[in-house]
């Protein structure tokens, strides 16, 4: 049986900045694992590709506030800099 993915592991290594702010990126990056999981099936980002994560921002974000929106791109950013991947994202969430 396998281990269940830890987002917060994953993540900390790369994580800086106040408790809160960290808090907020582990619970936005296991939000947004959650929902890519449910609808691509990928459980963990090593199996995300750049179409998933442009999903997620389009189709998940759609409707919130732009402010919600830069938060989840901030939390975005750092996951596809834990990745190491050349990824470009769209600037203030807006795809």
Known sequence: MSQPFD???FLAGILTGSHASRRRHVRQAKIIQAEIAERWQRKTPWAWQRKHVTWFLEHRL???????RYYYLLTMRLIVRRLEKSWTLPPRGRV
């Open 7 to 9: 987002m917060e592991l």
């Open 62 to 68: 759609d409707g919130r506030r732009d402010a919600t």
